[in-house]
T-cell receptor, first 116, second 113 residues
Framework: NAGVTQTPKFRVLKTGQSMTLLCAQDMNHEYMYWYRQDPGMGLRLIHYSVGEGTTAKGEVPDGYNVSRLKKQNFLLGLESAAPSQTSVYFC???????????????FGPGTRLTVL | AQTVTQSQPEMSVQEAETVTLSCTYD???????LFWYKQPPSRQMILVIRQEAYKQQNATENRFSVNFQKAAKSFSLKISDSQLGDAAMYFC??????????FGTGTRLTIIP
């Protein structure tokens, strides 16, 4: 049971290049999330998905696209990278606790992206 | 919209002593969840402790405990017998269940040997 994994762990891009970050979870969770973490700002939600084939915008969606073609995978794409997208990106999936129990988000190890 | 405020960007504590990290939040909801996450230099987000708003009893997990004041919308974390491994960024977070986590800006905790 690997939990939530992210690929790659590090990446350097030039302005205008594109790339895709892959998030995978083996816990059969329906909900998945992409956050970005910037110094002094905590984690902010970019996009999320409530199930296979669905996506929705979060707090800071501009410049990103996502896809959830398979339940276990949630992809985050940057079509034309900008220096403002330099950040650490975290993926998370949600374990629903059911009646009387709480839901818990499990986080991947993060991807550090630098856009020059 | 819900907001989470951590007013202490940095804190330090002597090893074996006790430290309290502050968190306040703003919400109009009555049922919600509050969390403290630890982020060590490895970047991994680790759940430290959680609190359900409908529970009056403060949550505890070994050396970690919270002081949950619902009326004041305050959720502080107390770390007892601080250890070197406790050094990390600590984030307070809020959510309504299935929805996204709303994070505070974090408190960097340094442990002084």
């Amino acid at each position: 049971n690997a939990g939530v994994t992210q690929t790659p762990k590090f990446r350097v891009l030039k302005t205008g290049q594109s790339m895709t970050l892959l998030c995978a979870q083996d816990m059969n969770h329906e909900y998945m999330y992409w956050y970005r973490q910037d110094p002094g700002m905590g984690l902010r939600l970019i996009h999320y998905s409530v199930g296979e084939g669905t996506t929705a915008k979060g707090e800071v969606p501009d410049g990103y696209n996502v896809s959830r073609l398979k339940k276990q995978n949630f992809l985050l794409g940057l079509e034309s990278a900008a220096p403002s997208q330099t950040s650490v990106y975290f993926c998370a999936s949600l374990r629903r606790g059911g009646l009387g129990s709480y839901n818990e988000q499990f986080f991947g190890p993060g991807t550090r992206l630098t856009v020059l | 919209a819900q907001t989470v405020t951590q007013s202490q960007p940095e804190m330090s504590v002597q090893e074996a002593e006790t430290v309290t990290l502050s968190c306040t939040y703003d919400t109009s909801e009555s049922d919600y969840y509050l969390f403290w996450y630890k982020q060590p230099p490895s970047r991994q987000m680790i759940l430290v402790i959680r609190q359900e708003a409908y529970k009056q009893q403060n949550a505890t997990e070994n050396r970690f405990s919270v002081n949950f004041q619902k009326a004041a919308k305050s959720f502080s974390l107390k770390i007892s017998d601080s250890q070197l491994g406790d050094a990390a960024m600590y984030f307070c977070a809020y959510n309504l269940g299935n929805e996204k986590l709303t994070f505070g800006t974090g408190t960097r905790l340094t442990i002084i040997p």
